[in-house]
Each structure stands twice: as structure tokens, then as C-alpha cells.
């Protein structure tokens, strides 16, 4: 099976999985696990967030020198095969009830014809796939975005759709309260270095902690990305986050039949439904492993 994306194309391998093509270019889907935390301590696999692993030559590189590389006027359909690729391995590697998160990059949409062809594309997509739209979580990520009343109609249209919306990098430039109270999304991921520099000082963490009681009042639920301490862990878990991401639990994993086994001790469970109060925040007891 393939199929074409503007000037790319994706191409379904033997053993189940896709990848693409963009020019000289191979990309790859790496899914890394989103943990939540239990009431028996232990985190556990939740939904899984796409990511592009692209190689030039045989070679990997990173992915900020492949977007580097496109030019302007092709990232609209760049993100557009990317996101369909990471589809398409969601739909062969991950369970059916598993929650995927991909990106979208509110820059690129620039007027109301550009979102209303990205909503028609991932409903067809999601059809293709078998992808119930319940399980897709559409981030926003902290760029710039050209219209804000336009990237409100299209989030507004994707929600209409069964889609979910997180806002990416909560703390950077763009990715502010303004965004949040514009876009009533569901889930909310603070930027890792934000929380990092909140983390390290005891006011931080009490403005960090009562920022998740505010969310959590809202009904919006918060991600804890970049952790990669056991400290953090500890820390994430006591400020009441409802969920984790970051090398100190798992790191992102390139597709293949044998995706998974690396973190399957860990355990999955369903992603926790949307917070309607502030829940009780607790000191943990466990200690976390780097």
C-alpha cells in the first residue's frame, strides 16, 4: 500500500508499519509513552505521542535539520505527511483503545480553506485507519499562530469532530493563558524547561502546584513534559499533574512489529478522564529510578 501526500509519499513495509518519503529523505514514525499516574504509585502507559525520526543517505539525522530544510511553502503538507504517518502506525502498533497525540502547527493555518482541508484529510485519514477520533488528541504546538480567530474555528471544528485538543509547551512565548482561555482545550503540556526552572525553588513549585489545582478546576488536564530525573518524577507526581512524559520512564521508540516490549513492564491503563476538580495531592512514597 501507498500513498501520496503532496510530493511525498508514505509506503506500507511487509511487516505492518509505514514509512515515508520527502525527496531524499526517509521518515519514520518514534512514539514515546505518556504515563499518568495510579493509585497504587506506579505510572503507567496512557497514550503515546508521534514523532518523526528522519535519515538522510542511510544515515539518521536529527529531526531539526529535516524541517530546516523545507522551505516554506511545503511545511503545510510536511506536517500533513507526518501526522498521516503516525496514523497509520498507530492503527498497526497500538492497541485500539490506546490514545495517540500528534501535532499541528498553528502558524500554517492562515485562513479558514487551509483548516478545513486539514479537518477533511484526518477525517480521512482516521477512516482509512480505523481510528476512532476519540482516541486522537490534536496538540497545538507554541508557535505563532497566524489567526488566532482562525486557529479557534479550525480547534473548534476538530473538537465538533470527536477530536481532543492539548496545547503544546505551556510557559513558551505563545503557548500562554491567552491561548488556553481561546481554546478550551482538554489537556495542557508545560514546557519542560519551564517546569524544570519552576521545579527549582520551593515558590516555583507552589505556583506550579497551584497552576495545576487552577487547570484541574477548569476541567483541563495537565501533562508534566521533558522528565528526566526521578526528582522531577516525584515532584510532578506531588504538584497533582495528571500525567508524565520523559526519558526517566521511557524514551520515544521507532516503530516495528516488536514496538512496545521495552516499556511493557511498566503496564498500560486508560487515559484518565477529564478532571472536573483539583484532586488530592499526596507525597509520594515510592522511589523512582533514573
Not at 509547551?169 to 482545550?185: F, H, M, N, Q, W
Not at 511498566?266 to 484532586?279: L, Q
Request: glycine share 8%.
Amino acid at each position: 500500500m501507498s500513498r501520496n501526500v503532496g510530493p511525498g509519499q508514505i509506503v506500507r513495509r511487509d511487516d505492518g508499519t509505514s514509512t515515508a518519503t520527502w525527496g531524499a529523505f526517509v521518515l519514520e514514525t518514534a512514539f514515546q509513552p505518556i504515563f499518568a499516574f495510579q493509585p497504587d504509585g506506579k505510572p503507567r502507559i496512557v497514550a503515546y505521542e508521534g514523532l518523526i525520526r528522519p535519515s538522510l543517505g542511510g544515515e539518521r539525522i536529527s529531526p531539526g535539520i529535516f524541517f530546516n530544510a523545507i522551505v516554506a511553502a511545503e511545511r503545510l503538507a510536511v506536517e500533513t505527511l507526518t501526522r498521516t504517518l503516525h496514523l497509520f502506525n498507530a492503527a498497526s502498533c497500538l492497541s485500539q483503545e490506546t490514545t495517540i497525540f500528534v501535532n499541528f502547527d498553528p502558524s500554517l493555518f492562515t485562513e479558514r480553506s487551509v483548516s478545513d482541508s486539514a479537518l477533511q484529510d484526518m477525517r480521512q485519514v482516521m477512516h482509512e485507519a480505523g481510528i476512532d477520533p476519540r482516541r486522537v488528541v490534536c496538540e497545538v504546538t507554541e508557535q505563532k499562530a497566524a489567526s488566532l480567530a482562525t486557529l479557534r474555528a479550525f480547534v473548534d471544528a476538530l473538537r465538533a469532530n470527536g477530536l481532543r485538543i492539548a496545547i503544546d509547551d505551556y510557559g513558551t512565548e505563545e503557548s500562554d493563558i491567552k491561548r488556553v482561555k481561546a481554546l478550551r482545550p482538554d489537556i495542557v503540556k508545560f514546557d519542560a524547561q519551564w517546569i524544570g526552572r519552576m521545579m527549582a525553588s520551593g515558590a516555583g513549585f507552589a505556583m506550579l502546584t497551584a497552576m495545576v489545582e487552577k487547570f484541574a478546576e477548569q476541567g483541563i488536564m495537565t501533562v508534566f513534559e521533558g522528565i528526566e530525573e526521578g526528582w522531577q518524577l516525584e515532584l510532578a507526581e506531588k504538584s497533582g499533574a495528571a500525567m508524565v512524559q520523559g526519558f526517566v520512564l521511557a524514551r520515544p521508540e521507532i516503530v516495528s512489529p516488536s514496538f512496545g516490549r521495552g516499556v511493557a513492564q511498566v503496564g498500560h491503563a486508560s487515559m484518565p478522564a477529564r478532571e472536573t476538580a483539583p484532586r488530592q495531592h499526596r507525597q509520594s512514597g515510592r522511589k523512582s529510578s533514573s
